[in-house]
């Protein structure tokens, strides 16, 4: 059932009566403010009963909670403080302006209602099981700046109401099961500086309109089902940095009519850099010059271990539980990390020049999984194999 917005039926409405007198479009003003206090009540309570309801309704469609993430949210305690939960600023206190619910392990649809968090400036449902459509309520969230709905199972188009979100800087939707075209509209978002639409099952050409995207610094559509060629349109985004488009079905020729590894060698570290750390490009952390190239370089003296995903230590930690010759396994494993790392920060360097040719990547990813995993025993191939086998699968492809 979708919810009753206001702003909808009051533009609809407002075009049925061009010629009402000013005291009748005052009057109908009057009553719309009765019935769609979301929108037009001044009143604090009206606009904090408005968030609470959209949150409930949030949570009520969540089928699987397995690690009570939601249990705070209820009228014991007020919705600000909900796990999850962000208010914000000194004019809006009590509007929710941010819901990060980031691997939580949830399951179920998205609610439409959160269209009715009208404050929202970040939505981040990553790494759970949220599935379903992408609500295109959400095309109504004109404030919203980072919408991250990465690693989920969400199915259907990509709504292209979502350019009405006309201030988003990050755009994420990867790791899905999304269908269709890349919406031409994803051109007008001209303050968007992340976007990212890799493994999903995207079809079509990737749209010219792309290229007006001035403000655009990465670009993540590889593993899709995307044919015909890269747009010239493309050479515009004068501030890209990161663009990562294989194991499509693209034609061989890129922009200019010339192949470029040079840009396939630096997508494949950041991926590296990706998988070891378990950040993306876009994390909050990666601010004021500092990039995921530059936090893994930083780390490569003394500190590898120190940026490793904690999750992936956590595997390798259960891997080897056991072992007789526990030290010696946790080394080996070290060192395979590290070369890892080391691979990754080469390939990701700003310069082409200073970047590694795909051919010697390939040798030396091939040489680790030799050298470290070759003598492990079975479970501990488990751990770093499954890191392994993904980026020489990704190697494959060029």
Same mark, same amino acid.
């Given at each position: 059932? =979708? ?17 009402? %007198? #000013?005291? $009748? ?7 719309? =403010? ?16 408005? *968030?609470? #309801? ?14 009570? %993430?939601?249990?705070?949210? @209820? ?35 998205? =609610? ?87 493994? @999903?099952?995207?079809?079509? +050409? ?15 559509? %590889? ?8 747009? *010239? ?26 192949? %470029? ?22 994390? *909050? ?15 490569? $003296? ?20 056991? @072992?007789?010759?526990?030290? @010696? ?5 070290? *060192?395979?990390?590290? =070369? ?7 390939? +990701? $360097? ?34 770093? +194999? ?13």
């Amino acid at each position: 059932m =979708s919810p009753h917005f206001a702003f909808p039926a009051f533009t609809n409405s407002i075009m049925e009566l061009p010629r009402m %007198s #000013l005291w $009748a479009i005052w009057s109908f003003l009057l009553v719309s =403010s009765i019935h769609f206090p979301c929108f037009f009540g001044s009143a604090a309570h009206f606009s904090n009963e408005t *968030d609470l #309801l959209a949150l409930l309704k949030f949570k009520h469609l969540i089928t699987d909670d397995p690690l009570h %993430s939601l249990s705070s949210w @209820n009228h014991t305690l007020h919705f600000c403080h909900w796990q999850g939960v962000t208010c914000g600023g000194p004019r809006h206190p009590q509007r929710v302006m941010a819901l990060n619910l980031t691997a939580q392990k949830l399951v179920g649809p998205i =609610s439409p209602y959160i269209a009715n968090l009208t404050f929202l400036r970040r939505i981040d449902l990553s790494a759970n099981s949220f599935y379903g459509k992408i609500p295109e309520e959400i095309g109504w969230l004109f404030r919203l700046r980072y919408l991250v709905l990465t690693n989920n199972t969400f199915t259907g188009e990509i709504p292209a109401n979502l350019t009405h979100c006309f201030k988003l800087q990050a755009l994420d939707l990867s790791r899905n099961q999304l269908t269709g075209r890349i919406p031409t509209e994803l051109g007008s978002l001209s303050k968007l500086t992340f976007l990212g639409l890799r493994r @999903n099952s995207l079809t079509g +050409s990737i749209p010219p309109s792309l290229g007006n995207l001035s403000s655009l610094r990465y670009l993540r559509l %590889s593993q899709n089902s995307l044919e015909g060629s890269i747009p *010239d349109d493309l050479c515009q985004l004068v501030r890209l940095k990161f663009l990562i488009i294989g194991m499509n079905k693209l034609s061989e020729h890129a922009m200019g009519g010339k192949a %470029s590894t040079q840009g396939d060698v630096y997508s494949y570290g950041i991926l590296l850099l990706e998988m070891i750390t378990g950040k993306g490009p876009t994390d *909050d952390m990666f601010k004021d010059n500092l990039s995921l190239h530059h936090f893994a370089k930083m780390a490569l $003296a003394e500190r590898v271990m120190e940026i490793v995903d904690p999750q992936l230590l956590l595997e390798e930690a259960e891997a080897i539980q056991g @072992n007789e010759n526990q030290i @010696n396994t946790r080394n080996r494993m070290h *060192d395979c990390l590290i =070369s890892i790392v080391k691979i990754g920060v080469l390939c +990701s $360097a700003e310069s082409p020049r200073k970047r590694m040719q795909m051919r010697d990547v390939v040798v030396e990813m091939h040489t680790i999984k030799d050298l470290y995993l070759g003598v492990m025993i079975h479970q501990d191939k488990q751990v770093r +194999s499954q890191i392994l086998d993904e980026s020489l699968s990704y190697l494959r492809h060029y």
